[in-house]
């Protein structure tokens, strides 16, 4: 991505907070191992510079959703890192996992079977998860399938089992009884491989104690900067900024109106800032009359409907919001969980949609 002197909008993302974040989260674990989840492009932020940057400071699992997205982790990472893709095994893929030594999660007996005859056709013992659902009803396999398989061991043969897996269902609220209800059922599943490493919690996962911890936690927004404990102080760094310039300011005077629909009306003076960044952005529409932008500490509040392009802002208390001056959409003043809030989604949305249209420059750890 190149980036142009002055551009009209900027995303920061601040790999030393990343790191920071995955050894806070290390150590809150140990002495299990910690993985990292860089699905959905790093939850936006660049999986390849944020993969290369955790395998620089020593994690060695990182888990992606899509094939395509673990054959881009695969190149990023050094070999002995694992890179094991969650959507599972299908039809016609053993073949690319095997060459490019990607782990696939094996969700039915159908994606055991095939990967068993693909260990078979090569002659090698082929590595892979094995994903129990324990209460999701989404991916893995359902306890008939898993009872069946533990029945039936000859049907792994060629496996080579590297991680038994299962994910919560509502991990960031600690009170909720599913939560100990699946680790009873993932203990039972995990009881006939007691050799093979166990994975379990995600990110707020990790703060429901040890007993979630078994061998390998496997967070994701946490890393990023997402407050893994709703509702409490965020324990994690923040990580992403993003920045756009004021193109104009305008002063209107009452019964004038602010962007399409009108849907906000001058009482009083006004200044009005116009910003570079929109919806196509990546900038959800739902911010509309409900975020909050900041320049030199003040708060700059939306004012009517984000656009497609541009955002426009109550900047009548903020001298210093003049064109060519760049303010805050998300970082220190504005976390993502804030402005996840104010777009009434939750901050994994926030990050996954940041676009591809404004610059984006990393900061080395
Ligand atoms: C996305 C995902 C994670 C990471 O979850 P966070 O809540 O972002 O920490 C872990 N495991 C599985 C199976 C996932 O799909």
């Keep these: 991505m190149s980036v142009t002197a002055q551009p009209a909008a900027l995303l920061t993302v601040d790999l030393g907070a990343l790191v920071a974040n995955w050894r806070d989260l290390a150590a809150r674990v140990a002495p299990a191992a910690c993985a990292a989840v860089v699905k959905a492009d790093g939850y936006g932020l660049g999986a390849v510079a944020v993969a290369r940057a955790l395998a620089r400071a020593g994690c060695r699992d990182f888990f ?3 094939l395509s997205e673990g054959l881009a982790v695969r190149d990023a990472v050094p070999e002995s890192c694992r890179v094991t893709v969650l959507d599972g095994l299908m039809t016609g893929e053993a073949e690319i996992y095997r060459r490019r030594g990607l782990t696939p999660c094996l969700n039915d007996p159908g994606q055991v079977a095939m990967w068993s005859q693909a260990a078979a056709r090569a002659g090698e013992k082929l590595p892979a998860a094995l994903h129990f659902d324990t209460g999701m009803s989404r991916l893995g396999l359902s306890p008939a399938d898993a009872a069946s398989l533990l029945a039936d061991t000859a049907a792994l043969d060629g496996i080579e089992l590297v991680t038994v897996m299962s994910h919560l269902v509502s991990s960031e609220v600690p009170d909720d009884p599913i939560n100990a209800a699946q680790l009873a059922a993932f203990r039972g599943w995990r009881a006939a491989f007691p050799a093979v490493r166990a994975s379990f919690a995600n990110s707020s996962g990790i703060f429901l104690g040890a007993p979630y911890h078994f061998d390998l936690a496997r967070p994701g927004c ?7 404990l709703p509702g409490k102080p965020n324990p994690m760094r923040g ?21 399409y629909g009108a849907s906000w009306r001058a009482n009083r003076r006004t200044k009005v800032a116009t910003v570079a960044c929109g919806y196509a952005d990546g900038w959800l529409r739902t911010l509309s009359g409900k975020g909050t932008a900041w320049i030199d500490g003040k708060p700059l509040p939306y004012l009517g409907r984000v656009s497609m392009d541009l955002i426009t802002l109550d900047a009548s208390d903020a001298p210093a919001a003049v064109p060519g001056r760049m303010v805050e959409l998300m970082g220190p003043n504005a976390p993502v969980d804030a402005v996840a809030d104010a777009a009434g989604t939750i901050g994994y949305e926030i990050l996954v949609r940041l676009g591809q249209r404004f610059a984006r420059a990393y900061i080395e750890p």
């Design 239 to 259: 990580v992403a900024t993003l920045e756009a310039r004021i193109l104009q300011v305008r002063e209107i005077e009452p019964p004038q109106t602010v962007g």
């Design 222 to 228: 946490a890393l990023y900067g997402v407050n893994p």
């Design 64 to 66: 992606v959703a899509r």
